[in-house]
C-alpha cells in the first residue's frame, strides 16, 4: 500500500493564483482531511470529509475549497492565492473520525 | 482555538534520560492521541488513549489520562537521539466534529 500521497512536494505561486493540492489514499479510509502547518506551531484544520460527496469546513476554511468524489481522492484548491497561505499542508486519512490519522509527506507552498 | 496544549514547548535532555510532555485540553473528549512528526516530515501517529482508560504502554512510551485535569502526558523512557522530534497531542473538539492539535513540544535528545 502507497498509504497516503500528495502532490505536489513543493509548489510556488504568485498572489491570484489558483491551484489545485492532490491528495489520494488507498486504505479505504471513509475519513479524510485537509491541515496547514505554519512555523513552530501545530496543525490547523481547514476542511474535512466523512465520506464521498461529504465536506465540511474546519477551524481554517477560508480560501479553500475541497470536493470528495471517490472514496480514495480529497483534492484541495486554493482559489486566490495570498501570501497568507504560505505554509505546508498535509493531507490524512483514518478509517474513522477519532482513529489514527496516517498523514501524506506534506506540499511546501509559497505565495509571493 | 485549540483544543490540546503541550507543555513544555522545547525540551532538551541527554541520550538515556527520559523525556516528559504534557497536554492540556479543555472540554470532554472521545480519546487523546500523540504523534511524532520529525523535522520536514508529516506526522506519525504513536498512542491512543480512550477516555475510559488511564494508562496505556506502546514500548518505550507510556501516557496517562486524567480526565478531572483534563490532562494527559507523554513519557519517554531511556531516550535517543533518533527521539528528537516535535510530538504532538490531538483530540475531539467541543461540538465532536473535528480531531484538533495542539502547538507541539519540540524534544532534543544529545548523544
Known amino acids: ?22 491528495c489520494a489514499q488507498d486504505m479505504n479510509h471513509e475519513y479524510m482531511s485537509w491541515y496547514r502547518q505554519d512555523p513552530g506551531m501545530g496543525l490547523r484544520l481547514i476542511h474535512y470529509s466523512v465520506g464521498a460527496g461529504i465536506t ?5 476554511p477560508n480560501g479553500y475549497n475541497v470536493s470528495r468524489s471517490t472514496t480514495e481522492d480529497f483534492p484541495l484548491r486554493l ?13 490524512a ?15 511546501r507552498l509559497t505565495v509571493l | 482555538s485549540q483544543q490540546g496544549e503541550e507543555d513544555p514547548q522545547a525540551l532538551s535532555i541527554q541520550e538515556g534520560e527520559n523525556a516528559t510532555m504534557n497536554c492540556s485540553y479543555k472540554t470532554s473528549i472521545n480519546n487523546l492521541q500523540w504523534y511524532r512528526q520529525n523535522s520536514g516530515r ?24 486524567d480526565t478531572s485535569k483534563k ?8 531516550s535517543r537521539a533518533a527521539d528528537t522530534a516535535s510530538y504532538f497531542c490531538a483530540t475531539d473538539n467541543n461540538a465532536g466534529n473535528m480531531l484538533t492539535f495542539g502547538g507541539g513540544t519540540r524534544l532534543m535528545v544529545k548523544p
Request: glycine share 10%.
Open chain 2, 42 to 65: 508529516g506526522l506519525v501517529h504513536l498512542i491512543l488513549i480512550r477516555s475510559n482508560e488511564r494508562e496505556k504502554h506502546s514500548g518505550r512510551l507510556r501516557v496517562t489520562l
Open chain 1, 56 to 60: 465540511d469546513q474546519g477551524e481554517v
Open chain 1, 93 to 107: 486519512s483514518s478509517y474513522g473520525r477519532w482513529g489514527e490519522q496516517f498523514f501524506g509527506p506534506g506540499t
Open chain 1, 1 to 22: 500500500n502507497a498509504g497516503v500521497t500528495q502532490t505536489p512536494k513543493f509548489q510556488v505561486l504568485k498572489t491570484g493564483q489558483s491551484m489545485t493540492l492532490q
Open chain 1, 79 to 91: 482559489l486566490s492565492a495570498a501570501p497568507s497561505q504560505t505554509s505546508v499542508y498535509f493531507c
Open chain 2, 71 to 78: 490532562s494527559s502526558s507523554l513519557l519517554i523512557t531511556a
